[in-house]
């Protein structure tokens, strides 16, 4: 605390000379000045010590006014007898401390201890202020890890899981349509092998852009695992999830990607489901349903979109040709 830098504002030359000697003697550096408006320059000091006492000054207006140039460096009050309730105020208001002076100034006696005193609150106060904000900050970190995938930035499994079933809650309330997509890459696995897991990975990077650019801000993408994605589609009849998964589909079909010199191109099997009230209101019966689904795409021949629609389409389809004479 030897180097500590103290500015005294008091419009009495007398009683801050005599203040600032006695400071002195703890070898602060201490400066004074009779003009008690707030400037940029207070910021340099480690306390302030504000007489307020002086005639036409507010105290207030003065903590105040520092509080406005963003100043945070504490202040102590000098105050005379009488004057305690004001003094409480300013300290609502955000001073440190205040010393009510006496006229046998025994307070400058009093002031160094006081200072010192000030100085570890403000310390502290300064720390906890620093730790808050770490652990604020590491909580948002933390926040983003569980929720986030990490080649992709997409939502991962957790965050998929958690936001499906307050979507199934919200619908079930409102009576709601949702629907959901399962996509998966069509023989991934050939492109790691042809072309290594890097090239693999920046096609898992490309396809999630790709699912974020075709898709609404309300809709969610996520990277289920591996080489699946899932879409929730809020407020979506399944007609138009599998218009949209069918453009989708088309635009990577239709598109080759270049990574680190190699040419690649893919395609997408996709499977879709809507929840429904009774056969498909929780998660798993619609992750399944959509599931199923994504396996018909794939049995069916891949690079293809298959929805419960589709497939109730087929079975009325094959229904009515075995019923037929
Ligand atoms: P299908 O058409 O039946 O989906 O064939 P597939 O080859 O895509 O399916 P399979 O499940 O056999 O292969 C998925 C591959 O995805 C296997 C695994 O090596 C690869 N994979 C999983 N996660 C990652 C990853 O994070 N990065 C890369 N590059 N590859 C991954
Ligand atoms: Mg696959």
């Known amino acids: 605390m030897s180097s500590m830098r103290i500015l005294i504002i008091d419009d009495n030359a007398a009683h801050s000379e ?134 992709t930035g997409l939502h991962n499994y957790r965050f998929i899981r958690k936001q499906l079933d307050a979507e199934l809650k919200r619908s079930t309330r409102y009576s709601k349509p949702v629907s959901l997509c399962v996509i998966d890459i069509d023989y991934f696995k050939n492109i790691n092998d042809l072309n290594g897991h890097p090239v693999g990975d920046a096609a898992l990077k490309e396809l999630a852009e790709i699912l974020k650019e075709s898709t609404r801000t309300v809709d969610i993408v996520g990277r289920y695992g591996g080489d699946e994605f899932v879409i929730i589609f809020p407020d979506t009849l399944l007609v138009d999830a599998v218009r949209l998964c069918e453009r989708i589909r088309k635009t990577v079909s239709e598109r080759s990607f270049v990574f680190g010199g190699r040419t690649v191109s893919f395609t997408l099997s996709i499977g879709l489901a809507d929840f429904d009230p009774v056969r498909r209101k929780t998660p798993e019966a619609l992750l399944e349903a959509a599931d199923r689904c994504l396996y018909q795409a794939k049995k069916t021949g891949r690079n293809r979109v298959a929805s419960l629609l589709r497939i109730v389409e087929k079975k009325s389809d094959e229904e009515r040709q075995s019923t037929q004479p």
Request: proline share 4%; no cysteine.
């Open 18 to 151: 005599l203040a600032a000697r006695r400071l002195m003697k703890e070898n602060w550096e201490v400066s004074v000045t009779d003009q008690p408006d707030p400037k940029p320059e207070f910021k340099n000091y480690d306390f302030i010590l504000l007489d307020y006492s002086m005639p036409h000054l507010s105290g207030l207006d003065v903590l105040k006014g520092l509080r406005d140039l963003d100043i945070t460096t504490p202040v102590i009050l000098l105050t005379g007898h009488g004057n305690e309730i004001i003094a409480s105020e300013a300290i609502k208001q955000g001073a440190y401390d205040y010393v009510v002076k006496d006229t046998q100034l025994l307070y400058l006696e009093r002031l160094p201890s006081v200072i010192r005193e000030a100085k570890s609150k403000h310390e502290l106060i300064e720390t906890n202020r620093f730790l808050i904000n770490e652990l604020r900050r590491a909580n948002e970190r933390l926040q983003t890890m569980t929720f986030t995938d990490e080649i």
